[in-house]
C-alpha cells in the first residue's frame, strides 16, 4: 500500500452508507474553437445540473499534469491507487481486456501472429492483418501446447492479436519483448530483466519452439511474436484499503477486468446503460460501493464526433434519476480521463468530477461542466485522493490523530 | 526534518519582521441547507473583510483530502510539519493537555482507573466514572510508586483518567495498550511492539505491581489500564526550521503543549481573548512569531450551535484590530480544521485561511468566508505549505539555486 492509502486503511470504519462512482470514460472534453463550449457544455444535462447544484465540483488530475493516462491508470487513480507506483502491464490489460481471469501466480503476454521467410525474418509483423477466421483456429491449436509444470493458456483476442498466460509458481513478470519492432530480422530471444523473469523465459523458449513446429505450414501466420511479458501488480483489494464490499457493474471486459483487479465484485451488467441501471437496482442491498461504467463518451471522443459524444452525455444524463432514485449517500460522476473529440484521443486535461452528498460543502455551481468544475469546491485534485474524499463523505473515516 | 523543512531550513534567514498565526480553531464550516451561508459568511466580520482587501485568501487542507484531523494533526500542519509523518500518540496529547512539560526521555501514557473483580477480571473499565475529588488522592498515591533507574509521575487529568510518565534514558515508545476494550477478562499484559519498547515494557510491568498493591482496598478504582503509549515524536524545533525566535499565546493546556512540542516558548496567556492580545502586546519586542490560538469556534460547532459559532467568530474579528495595531508584517487567520455545527464534529473540509503581508499578491477577496477562500489567490494548499508562505512573505527566506 502507498502511505495515504495506509494511512486510509487504518482510519476506515464500516457503517451502512452506499457510495456510487459512476465513470464517463473519457468524459472531460475541449471546445472546437476559443470561446467554445465543450462536449459536456454544450450537452442538455438538466440531472447532472441538479446533482452539480446540491454536490460539489471539481477537475480531476488522473495522474500528474501533461500525463495522458490509459484506461488502467485511468481508473486506478479513480479507485484511489497511486498510478505510478501500480503499473499494469500491456499483457495484464489485454488479458483483462478479453474477460481473462488473472490470478496472481499468472504471466500475460499479448502475442501478434507474425509472418518468418524462408530464413526466419520477420517480413510481416501482423501476419498480413489476418482475419480473425482464420487466426482463431490457430489459437485454439497453440492451446494445446503443454510445458511441464506450467498450465498454458492461449485465447484469440482480434485479427492477428491473442493472449498468452503461463500460469505456475515462481514465474517473473519482467521479460523483454521478442517483437524486434522491424522486418528483415529475425524474432529476439525472450530477455529476462530480473532473477525472477529467469524461469518465464525458459517457459517462453519452450513454448516459441512448440509454436514454431505447430505453426510452420499456416503462412501468413507461421510464427508470433510476444510483448508486454507481465505479472498483475501486486494489489490491495478493496476491502483492505476501505473496508468496502464492492460491486462493477460495467459493461466492457477491459474494465470489469480493472474492477476484478482490485477485488470487486463484477456483476453481470447487461449491454446497456439501462441494463446497468437494473442491475445497480437489484443488488442496491449487496454491496457498500458500486463502480458503474459507460464506454460511449470516450469511444465517441476517440471517433472525433463531437455531436455524437454530447448525445451519449445526454444519454448518461437520462440514466441519472435511477441512480439518484436509490438514494446513494456518495455519488460521484467524473471520468477516468478527457477524450475531447478535438483531439480524437485521449488526453492530460483535467476530468470533470461532481460529489454529491450531504455534508458536502455547496460551491454555488449550478451546471456541470468543465468551467463549473474549474471553480468548483473541490478544486483541481489527484484522481486518486477522490475515494478518500468519497469515504470522508460517506462517514467511513475515523479522525486522525486526538 | 522533510525535505520540504529541510530545504526551508536552509534558505532560511533572519530579519526584524514580526509573523503572527492567529489559529481560530475550527473555523471552516458549513450551510445548514444549499445554498445557504456557512458560520463565517453568516458572522459580520468588518476587520477580517477589510484584512481579505488588503490580503490573500485560499483553503487550506489540514492533512489530505478527506482526512479529518485532530487537534495535533491539525496544529502540526500549520506549524509546517507533516502530519503523516510526525504522528503525536494519544498518552503524549494527554500529557500535553495538562501542561506536563515532556521531556525527549519521556514516554507518556493514558492511565484509566479500572474495577477488577475478585478473579482479576476488569468489571468496568472506567471504574464506574469515579468522581475526581476520589480519583485525584489515588493519582497521588500512585505517583509515590520509585522504580530503579526511571522516575515515576502521575497526574490526575479528570474523572477515571490520568496520565502516567516514566522518564528515563533508553524507554522506547511503542508497547500496545493494556485495555482489552472489553469487561470480564483480566487487563493484558504491555506488549512491546518492537526492541527499544522491551525496557518500557519492563518498567511498565514493575508499576503495575505496585499499583495492584497500592489500589487493591480501593474499589471501585482498584487498577488502571494504560493506554496510547507513547515518546513525543522527535520533531526539529521552530528555531531549526524557521530561525525563528516563538512565543505562544494560547489559553488551553492541549495548544500550548503543541506548541512546546516545537519549541515555542509559551506565555502567559490569561484567559480571555482580550488577556491574549495584552500578552501580544507586552511580548510584541521579544518574539519573532506568536502563535495565537483561540478555542472557542471548535466548542461551538462541536456543540452544533450554529449561533453561538458566528458569535464566536464576530467576537474573534472584534480582536483584530489589536492586532493589526502593532503592525505584524504578516499576519494569517486560519484554523486547524473545520468543524461545521452541522456536523457537531471535526470534519475533512478545507479551512478558510488568510495572509495579509505587504507583499502579497491582492486576489479582489472583498470577504473573509470559505466562498471567496475558494476563489483565492492561495488556491487550495495543504497546510503544511502555510509557514513557508509566512516565511516568504516576512522577506525571510533567501532565494533558491542561482
Not at 200 to 223: C, G, I
Not at 321 to 331: G, K, Y
Request: charged share 25%; proline share 6%; glycine share 10%.
Amino acid at each position: 500500500m502507498s502511505d495515504f492509502q495506509d494511512l486510509i486503511s487504518k482510519l476506515k470504519k464500516k457503517n451502512d452508507s452506499k457510495i456510487v462512482l459512476l465513470v464517463a470514460d473519457g468524459l472531460g472534453g475541449l471546445p472546437l474553437e476559443p470561446g467554445g463550449k465543450t462536449e459536456l457544455e454544450t450537452a442538455n444535462t438538466p440531472n447532472l445540473d441538479a446533482l452539480a447544484q446540491r454536490g460539489t465540483l471539481g477537475l480531476s488530475t488522473p495522474v500528474l499534469p501533461g500525463i495522458t493516462p490509459g484506461s488502467g491508470p485511468g481508473h486506478l487513480g479513480l479507485f484511489g491507487y497511486d498510478p505510478v507506483k501500480y503499473q499494469i502491464g500491456r499483457g495484464v490489460l489485454e488479458a483483462l481486456g478479453i474477460d481473462f481471469d488473472l490470478g496472481p501466480n499468472d504471466v500475460a503476454i499479448r502475442g501478434n501472429f507474425c509472418t518468418l521467410d524462408d530464413a526466419g525474418s520477420i517480413e510481416d509483423r501482423r501476419a498480413g492483418r489476418i482475419s480473425s477466421e482464420k487466426a482463431a483456429p490457430l489459437c485454439e491449436k497453440l492451446n494445446d501446447i503443454k510445458i511441464p509444470g506450467v498450465e498454458v493458456f492461449v485465447r484469440h483476442v482480434k485479427e492477428y492479436r491473442l493472449v498468452v498466460v503461463f500460469r505456475g509458481e515462481g514465474l517473473g513478470g519482467d521479460v523483454d519483448d521478442t517483437d524486434p519492432q522491424a522486418t528483415g530480422v529475425p524474432p529476439l530471444d525472450p530477455n529476462p530483466r530480473n532473477e525472477a523473469a529467469k524461469k518465464t523465459v525458459e517457459v517462453a523458449q519452450e513454448f516459441l519452439k512448440q509454436a514454431r513446429e505447430l505453426l510452420k505450414d499456416d503462412r501468413p501466420a507461421n510464427f508470433l511474436t510476444l510483448r508486454g511479458i507481465a505479472k498483475r501488480p501486486d494489489i490491495p483489494t478493496y476491502e483492505e484499503v476501505y473496508g468496502l464490499k464492492t460491486g462493477a457493474v460495467a459493461v466492457y471486459p477491459m474494465y470489469r477486468g480493472l474492477a476484478r483487479l482490485v477485488g470487486m465484485d463484477v456483476l453481470d451488467a447487461g449491454q446497456t446503460l439501462d441494463d446497468q441501471c437494473s442491475r445497480l437496482e437489484a443488488a442496491w442491498k449487496d454491496y457498500d460501493f458500486f463502480f458503474m461504467h459507460f464506454k460511449y463518451t470516450d469511444s465517441t471522443g476517440e471517433d472525433g464526433n463531437f455531436d455524437a459524444k454530447v448525445q451519449r452525455i445526454e444519454e448518461l444524463d437520462a440514466a441519472i434519476p435511477r441512480i439518484t432514485a436509490l438514494n446513494p449517500d456518495v455519488l460521484m460522476v467524473t471520468g477516468d480521463h478527457s477524450t475531447p473529440s478535438k483531439m480524437k484521443s485521449h488526453s492530460w486535461h483535467p476530468v470533470p468530477t461532481l460529489l454529491a452528498a450531504n455534508n458536502c460543502r455547496y460551491d454555488n455551481s449550478t451546471e456541470f461542466s468543465e468551467s463549473a468544475c474549474l471553480r468548483g469546491g473541490l478544486g483541481q485534485f489527484e484522481a486518486k485522493y477522490l475515494m478518500s474524499l468519497a469515504m470522508a463523505n460517506a462517514g467511513r473515516l475515523e479522525k486522525y490523530g486526538a
